[in-house]
């Protein structure tokens, strides 16, 4: 058993022992230098480690920021401008699209700085230096404590720790923990919150393909925007202000035009979010078996809908689009990962691995005192965890998929003031917030399609879900309705004030303690409170319990792998900290005898134009680009590439990272993966585990023929 070695550590486990033998991993860049640099530089990297990470100099990570909620962007100038992926930029080109400027079908194009579209809310974060703190944290705990009275004093330490980082330097900071708790690290970050519009392609562009293609090789879609950081005039975050100047950022990435060859060096800087390579067969076995297949067909109702409403008004697919996108990109996620964990007989593995650990564990009677129940303690947990899960899951997917019950629930707070005969003040400012809300609820909401989601869901709901789960006001309601749901539904929808903006401003703007009644008889208010407190006070209390009789298992579970393998490299799972993945361009076998290649190309997307489509219906100005067969600079061989496949290890929070060549020059943007390998967030398959990127060349074509905003690329770094 070996020991990490790092300044100011004590000593804990090895998690790293030895190179890998794959390109699996998400790797922590402090630890580049000790662990990895060695095996990248074999694999073709020609920089070092403190290119990657550096506080003593600018270096990668001060080009790669936390775009949003989820995603990854990365700066491409030293003007802050920003390239990250058009679907992590939908929802505010969304906002900022109407019939009369449908930014979605046209796309957008700034054309100077003051045509840039500033965007509330949206906010970007810079890592400026992380730390190992696991010795500060742990201190005062040992293994024999009591899990409780233990976590008390880690979060203690981790609330001095976070302190003392943001003294008086207006940055963030967070203690993440890794390896189910046996290691700690501290990030420090800055925020910034003015970052505008400065460019996106047409859906038909930025998202061919929709989600027909989507987790799908191959590829052929154009999924980036451009945004631009701004600044006050001393280059820190602020509020948006009109004379705020683009940020300048320590370090921003050139933009490479060479060529793309199989085998060539890859890298994938970003924040991918979760996954679970060391859970232990039971988790697997519930998620794939019992959770996700009900949560799937509820999806997929979700998605027939809104298809139908989608297809039959203009209007309507812009209001629904980004909805769906979200919808549907987890229904297909987890439709792919349950047929790759088949494929790969990933519990029966787990199971086989366990059986041999176990015995490991039995062989020695320390072993045996530490982890010996662990087992045990997840053969009593899981069965229950499995049916709270499912119950949670099926009612937060139908209450939250019904938009009219998810709006009534913002009464609650609202109602209980007003009924406590709380301060007047604050009444009315909660009244001010609950109207402010309705404009942008309102503007993406449709009734009729609503009432059809309304319809569908609570005809699932009570098909799939056990009866002693019903809330009692579905019960009741489908009492009223003798069966007919659909017929009752309209009455529901034309009496209720949650249905027209108007009436529910109204209805806000007057509410007082004779308003009680009437919001108290109304369904889709019953239907929101009634799940929220089935969840609220019995189904989040118990997940609670189970959680933190896991949280200590596993943490033991991942101490015992260590141990039981330790001559095995150990990566820590996403957690939405900065990582760095590293592999090769690769194409691979999807099914016997089919070999899909490394590469699309614009001829792709010519094969698969149909105007009759939606998905696949290719604007006008690219099929002339592509007859004329002028690709310039952007081409390869008589071609213009659009996307590739490399072996990186991505899961999601890593849409719209930098994928680099061996020289740290940017070649691409990640922003998926293959159907096959999409189960790599609890089994990586190095056969078949790739992750879809945007050929840069595509994206720079895009901008400067097709968009004719070339202006861009004079503030880039283009290597040729």
Known sequence: MRYLNLPGMMLVLSLLTVPAKTDEGMWIPILIEKYNISIMREKGFKLTAEDIYSINKASMKDAVVRFGGGCTAEFISSEGLLITNHH??????????????????????????????????????????????????????TDEMANEKREGIILSNIKKIETEAMKNNGYQANVRPFFMGNQYFLFVEETFRDVRLVGAPPSSIGRFGGDTDNWVWPRHTGDFSLFRVYADRNNNPSDYAPDNVPYKPGFYFPISLRGLNEGDFTMVIGFPGTTYEYVPSYYIDMIKNQVNPRLIDIRARKIEVIDEAMESDPLLRIKYSAKKAGISNSWKKWTGEILGLERMKTIEK????????????????????????????????????SEYMLVNGITGEVMNGIETVALARNLKGLSDLVES?????????????????????????????????????????????EEKWQIPEYRKLMKMSKGDLGHFARKLYDSSVFTEEKEFRKFVEGFGLGSLKKLKKDVFYNLAIDAAELVAKTIRPELGRFNAELQEHNRLYMKAQMEFQDDRIFYPDANSTLRVAYGKISGYYARDAVYLTHRTTLGGIIEKDNPEIYDYAVPGRLKELYASGDFGRYGQDGQLNVCFIANNHTTGGNSGSPVLNANGHLIGINFDRG??????????????????????????????????????LGEMTIVE
């Open 88 to 141: 992590c930029g939908y929802g505010t080109i969304q906002a900022h699209s109407s019939l009369e400027h449908d930014y979605l079908t046209d796309g957008f194009w700034a054309m100077s700085a003051k045509d840039e579209l500033p965007n509330p809310g949206l906010t970007v974060t810079l890592l400026k230096r992380m730390e190992d703190v696991t010795d500060r944290v742990l201190a005062g705990t």
């Open 350 to 385: 787990k199971r086989e691995f366990e059986d041999q650990i176990s015995e490991w564990i039995k062989a020695d009677s320390a072993r045996n005192r530490k982890y010996g129940m662990i087992f045990q303690a997840y053969r009593d947990i899981y069965p229950l965890l």
């Open 421 to 465: 005969r709380g301060n007047s003040g604050d009444i009315e400012s909660l009244k001010k917030r609950l109207i402010e809300y309705s404009g942008s609820f309102f503007r993406d909401y449709d009734r009729w399609t609503d009432e059809k989601l309304f319809v569908a869901l609570l005809k699932i709901y009570g098909e799939i879900l």
């Open 675 to 712: 159907w096959e390998g999409v189960a790599s967030d609890m089994a990586f398959n190095p056969d078949q585990s790739r992750n879809i990127s945007l050929d840069i060349r595509y994206a720079l074509f895009v901008i400067d023929k097709f968009a004719g905003a070339g202006y861009l």
